[in-house]
């Protein structure tokens, strides 16, 4: 396969996934992934620098664009509406994924205990960098960091959901309704 | 030291957290700790598995605690609610701890990578017994997904505000007070 070949990255990463289903990721090469998807080791390296990039890249992009939302917000938001703004940068983002692929990743993670934290430590990296543009806009602590995590459970429930096929609207439109029901869930009862 | 000296396990945990501090936790050996706390080695391991135990030790108990105090709410209480009782049964374990301790355990987990992924692992499986219990009271998703998660912020910011020794109230208090601040930063606006 030439190396313009325009398509190498996708089809990098759908061959990863299947291996990595079929074997487990510790038990996938990347040379493994490279045969299955028809193109060379060093293609594999151009796009990902290990096999765990296949899962993992994009995410400084993904938290560059939250924070971006959080802190575009109008002012005078409240802190969970100013979260929500970057909950949508995220659906903007991950919405254009193809959703047997964000299943496909989300059921690689979560049979693995390591990749489970490392996806743990993102979403707590996200967290930390939100609550960090909350405190910017005047919010103070803990307002700050519960509003972050609870924008981040958000997140992660809405791209479950939207990628585990049951629900057909669109990714923002889950978020959404997640966040409304984040909303319902914390204000009812007291 | 003999083998029923009484104060061991607390000289343990308190050599440990001082030495972790000192050198860092991947520099600190078992027979370091036992050495600084005065007793063998051998009372170290009659006490802790190993020197990780000394830090996660108990978190199978308080996870038993949470979802007991869910499980044993009244029925009908809001999902968010009834998570609240959980953690009023944490504040009930937690709060007799020493807070300089809990602080000092505190920094030496922010201070190591792993140690903070195991953390996060921790706090995400204490959600997904919460969100269990919360659905075997009738709790569909994403709410109970949603309740448990905010309320595993809850306890981690409440925790930590205690320990930090700015709020010198009992953790109970804090736990309540954070509780009270999540729905507040979640119901405004919309």
Tied chains: 1, 2.
Excluded: C
Excluded at 73 to 101: F, I, Q, Y
Excluded at 130 to 138: E, H
């Amino acid at each position: 396969m030439g190396r313009w070949e325009p398509d190498s990255r996708g089809r990098l990463q759908e061959a990863a996934l299947a291996l990595y289903a079929e074997r487990g990721f510790d038990q996938t090469t990347a040379a493994e992934i490279a045969a299955r998807a028809g193109v060379t080791e060093r293609t594999f390296f151009r796009h990902f620098a290990d096999k765990r990039e296949v899962l993992f890249g994009g995410s400084e992009l993904l938290e560059e664009r939250i924070v971006a939302g959080v802190a575009g917000a109008p002012d005078g938001l409240a802190p969970l509406d100013a979260v929500a703004r970057g909950l949508d940068a995220a659906a903007a983002m991950l919405g254009e994924s193809r959703r047997d692929l964000v299943a496909a990743r989300h059921a690689v993670i979560v049979a693995n205990p390591e990749l489970r934290e490392r996806e743990l430590a993102k979403l707590a990296a996200y967290a930390a960098a939100i609550a960090a543009s909350l405190r910017a806009r005047g919010v103070g602590e803990p307002q700050a960091t519960l509003a972050a995590e609870a924008g981040m459970s958000v997140l992660r429930v809405a791209l479950e959901r939207w990628a585990g096929g049951g629900d057909r609207r669109s990714l923002t439109a889950v978020m959404a309704a997640s966040v409304a029901e984040l909303r319902a869930v914390t204000s009812a009862g007291g």
